[in-house]
């Protein structure tokens, strides 16, 4: 057996807990996840002293490479997507631990070879028969890659070892898809040993949500719908489809965003406090919010969903092709690239409160942020202020692409008589605890490898994501949109998600450049 190899000096200080000895299988070895995030994470967690020195990378891929040719191809890319500066002793370090076996995932030899592979890979970096396997393929793989790796053996947990299995989103395209992909993960694995990844929970301010709303007694005693008036919550990017055009087209905003990324914000920032911050008593809590969303009826969908598709546009002062004209999309595509929506959630905190939800392509600003917006104060003190110009409360969790958490509220402008103005009071990670590299995937892929769930869906939380976008998929189909496309690109979405809100006398926080 080969003996352990020490980290490299330069790396920093180590805050947590050493991954376990382990190997991790990335089939997808060639694709775009590998190389711009699943290899720098595991940089950035070797050079945080958080990957063991026990530690090793297969590669499975469709492209012929030797381990040697693998090793100069993920060199090549990390110069380009490394998210700090390289050192060239842990890079070494690091670097030998890969290895490469090619076939078609659709080929018992593959998992053959894999097999052969592990073992020789086992006895070199001493990883004590523990494997995971991360799925970075497209979706109609997943069910059949786990269960060829089962066939071989390779699943299968005894001697103290562990065995799991990373799946990239989208867990189905719908419901029906969703359920039959779990019940065919299930027939090989065990739910603990699935773990489904939304690379969205590993932004730091999500994972803080839990933090500041369990961890800080100011909070939670108004975190209810006595003193909440409503929350937003808004997914906004810049970007078009860019060269996703043919998979974007199939799939669309709804699916892409709502039952996977969005879900997963709302339950953090609805949920009840859990018993633990154990993975199941955390996903007990979150499953609860996800069942307690009113389904929507047909009437609903009409009433409280807005789709919108972009057209052309300026942004940052150039001309953008509107997304029937951008590769890969038909000319008379009716594939939505906005959503908004209008939730509410049954149960005693939430009763009547609104849960406004929007995601979008081609929008001014790229921003992730949640908005508690509160109730307003009694106006009778100021009625000789103008009142009518103050804003409510807002506490605004910003989760990208500066993560931090700020505060508004009203003070006495300097003065001799009483006017009132706004304050806003900002908490920016960077400016606290300084800039740590990060791809968003550091935190969810060192979870697997100490067996921490927490972060990770469920197969009931899928499915219950599902359950609720599934009536306005049907609708939606049913009654195809007839004023596509119906926002320019560099624009907030159509105006009816404008009149969503408007109708409630609400209107949405908006974060620009």
Known sequence: MAQTEVLPATTKPRVGRTGDPCVMVIFGFSGDLTRRKLIPALYNLASQQLLSREFAVIGVGRTPMSDDDARKKVTEDFKQFATGPIDPDLWDWFVRRISYVSGNFDDPATYDKLKETLAKVD??????????????TAPNFFGDIVERVSKVGLMKEENGHWRRVIIEKPFGHDLDSAKALNQHLLKVASECQIYRIDHYLGKETVQNILALRFANGIFEPIWNRRYIDHVQISVAETVGVEKRGSYYDGAGALRDMVPNHIMQLITLTAMEPPISFEANAVRDEQAKILHAIQPFSAEDVLSKTVRGQYGDGVMDGQRVPAYRSEEGVPPDSRTETFVAMRLLIDNWRWAGVPFYLRTG?????????????????????????????????????????????????????????????????????????????????????????????????????????????????????????????????????????DELMERDGRRWRNFEK
């Not at 006895?123 to 970075?136: I, K, M, V």
């Not at 790229?366 to 508690?372: F, K, N």
Request: aromatic content about 12%.
């Open 361 to 497: 392509k081609r929008l001014p600003g790229r921003s992730t942020h949640i908005v508690i917006q509160f109730r307003r104060a009694p106006f009778m003190l100021f009625r000789e202020t103008q009142v009518e110009n103050m804003m409510p409360n807002q506490l605004v969790l910003h989760i990208q692409p500066e993560e931090g958490i700020s505060l508004r509220f009203a003070a006495k402008t300097p003065g001799p008589t009483m006017q009132l103005g706004e304050v806003n009071m900002d908490f920016a990670y960077a400016d606290y605890f300084g800039v740590t590299p990060s791809t968003g995937y550091e935190r969810l892929l060192h979870d697997c490898m100490i067996g921490d769930a927490t972060l990770f869906q469920r197969a009931d939380m899928v499915e219950a994501g599902w359950s609720i976008v599934n009536p306005v998929l049907d609708v939606w189909k049913a009654l195809p949109p007839r004023n596509f496309p119906n926002y320019p690109a560099g624009t907030w979405g159509p105006r009816e998600a």
């Open 123 to 136: 006895q070199e970096h001493n990883s004590h028969g523990n494997y995971f396997f991360y799925l970075a």
